[in-house]
């Protein structure tokens, strides 16, 4: 059973425009938090939400999680070419931290020039 | 301060040998997780030790999976008589300490290729 689901699963766009990347679970966690992928590389950490409701801004990049703590989203501003890359978010349900995430299926984005 | 150090970055056994996998965490992180991801999927958990102790076992295989974290030296992540289906990059993390998660720094992976 997967817990967290990721839409879309595969996002081609071009540079310059605006995206959303979302997770979605049936289930709550304590926490959330996505990375970014390089291929041949490890996820890089991007953020972690921990307050339902809560936003949070990365430069182009803002990040919210549901109310509920269930759901997540990544908003892109002005994509740039940059931005290419496998986008995981990954739930963690303990409220002791240090424990194992679960990750979504994944975002593979492509921004053309 | 060096990040999550994984060797080997890239590792081909023959079906039925040995794979060690090694990780040393960030300085001062006394966690490690290792992960494992398949071709076009996410990652998934596997083993998450503190030193000397396994901490969370639940998404190892039964058999001829093992990790440790010893006192001194890197957390080793073994896989003994390697099958096609061990092929996959494995991942570990590590974290300073156990409240509220801010988040894993991962290292780079180890690319297992099973022939």
């Known amino acids: 059973t997967q817990l967290l689901e990721q839409s879309p699963q595969f996002l081609s766009i071009q540079e310059g425009e605006n995206l959303t990347v979302y997770c979605n679970s049936s289930?709550?966690?304590?926490?959330l938090q996505w990375y970014r992928q390089e291929p041949g590389e490890g996820p890089v950490l991007l953020v972690t939400?921990?307050?339902?409701?809560e936003v949070k801004k990365l430069k182009r990049l803002t990040f919210q999680f549901g109310d509920a703590r269930k759901d997540s989203s990544l908003h892109i501003t002005a994509a740039q070419t940059g931005d290419t890359g496998l986008y995981l978010c990954?739930?963690?349900?303990?409220?002791?931290?240090?424990?194992?995430?679960?990750f979504g299926t994944g975002t593979r984005l492509t921004i053309i020039p | 301060n060096a990040g999550v150090m994984q060797n080997p970055r890239h590792l081909v056994r023959r079906r039925g040998q040995e794979a060690r996998l090694r990780c040393s965490p960030m300085?001062?992180?006394?966690?490690v997780y290792w992960y494992r991801q398949l071709p076009e999927e996410g990652l998934k958990f596997m083993v998450y030790?503190?030193?000397?102790?396994?901490?969370?076992e639940s998404g190892m295989p039964k058999e001829r999976f093992s990790a440790e974290f010893p006192k001194e030296g890197p957390s080793i992540l073994r896989i003994q008589q390697v099958v096609r289906g061990d092929s996959a990059a494995y991942f570990c993390?590590?974290?300073?300490?156990?409240?509220?998660?801010?988040?894993?720094?991962f290292g780079s992976g180890t690319r297992l290729t099973v022939v």
């Open positions: 990954a739930g963690e349900r303990s409220n002791f931290g240090n424990e194992k995430l679960t």
């Open positions: 300085k001062g992180h006394s966690h």
């Open positions: 030790l503190q030193k000397e102790n396994i901490i969370d």
């Open positions: 993390a590590s974290s300073p300490r156990r409240e509220y998660n801010y988040g894993y720094t």
């Open positions: 289930s709550v966690f304590s926490s």
């Open positions: 939400v921990v307050t339902g409701g």
